[in-house]
């Protein structure tokens, strides 16, 4: 089954830029998608399409894909900020839904 | 203002059956297919299952293939899960997740989420 790998913790001062990694065999052939979770609410979806914002989603909000690696940018880091973070594929070979680890964003 | 509100989650043996809803509103929900999501206790997020929007084609996770049926009825804008066999493993919260088109396709993704209900199986 398709896997989705992602760091358990990314930490970032205020005001810098954070990254967050999505690895999986030759992703970039794939659209990922992510979400973000906060303590005791349900996710949000932040990035479709690979890098496609929802409405009422920050532009300081991007995303990346390609070759084996999706990436989550979040510019401008601010307090708010602070959750896991999920990354998510649809797997057309075995007809599954595939999300990542998940990844908790901590703004030092 | 889309909706997903899902209950029937409760404490059940091992063994045990349970039958979760989710009520949907705010959109036309045969328009959509519509999955379940789980999280355990202190847990990432796991796909379970999901439905296209009118032509009931489902798909399931590996862990639930064969225990579990997704089900939906378009007249009560319902979806359901059927969830025999539980296992203390199957502890978690579930969440309703509403798609993005009435059948699933390789850029699936889950656009709106309800706030969950929580199944425990503990004896």
């Known amino acids: 089954s398709y896997v989705l790998t992602q760091p358990p913790s990314v930490s970032v001062a205020p005001g810098k830029t954070a990254r967050i990694p999505c690895g999986g065999n030759?992703?970039?052939?794939?659209?990922v998608h992510w979400y973000q979770q906060k303590p005791g609410q349900a996710p949000l979806l932040v990035i479709h399409?690979?890098?496609d914002r929802p409405a009422g989603i920050p532009e300081r909000f991007s995303g990346s894909n390609s070759g084996n690696t999706a990436t989550l940018t979040i510019g401008r880091v601010e307090a708010g900020d602070e959750a896991d973070y999920y990354c998510q594929v649809w797997d057309s070979s075995s007809d599954r839904g595939v999300f990542g680890g998940g990844t908790k964003l901590t703004v030092l | 203002e889309v909706q997903l509100l899902e209950s029937g989650g409760d404490l059940v043996q091992p063994g045990g059956s349970l039958r979760l809803s989710c009520a949907a509103s705010?959109?036309?929900?045969?328009?959509?297919?519509m999955s379940w999501v789980r999280q355990a206790p202190g847990k990432g997020l796991e796909w379970v299952s999901v439905i296209s929007g009118s032509h009931g084609s489902a798909y399931y996770a590996d862990s639930v293939r064969g225990r579990f049926t997704i089900s939906r009825d378009n007249s009560k804008n319902t979806l359901y899960l059927q969830m025999n066999s539980l296992r203390a493993e199957d502890t978690a919260l579930y969440y309703c997740?509403?798609?993005?088109?009435?059948?699933?396709?390789?850029?699936?993704?889950?656009?709106?989420w309800g706030q969950g209900t929580l199944v425990t199986v503990s004896s």
């Open positions: 705010g959109f036309t929900f045969s328009n959509y297919a």
């Open positions: 399409y690979d890098s």
């Open positions: 030759n992703v970039g052939s794939k659209t």
């Open positions: 997740a509403k798609t993005q088109i009435a059948v699933v396709v390789p850029s699936t993704y889950f656009d709106c």
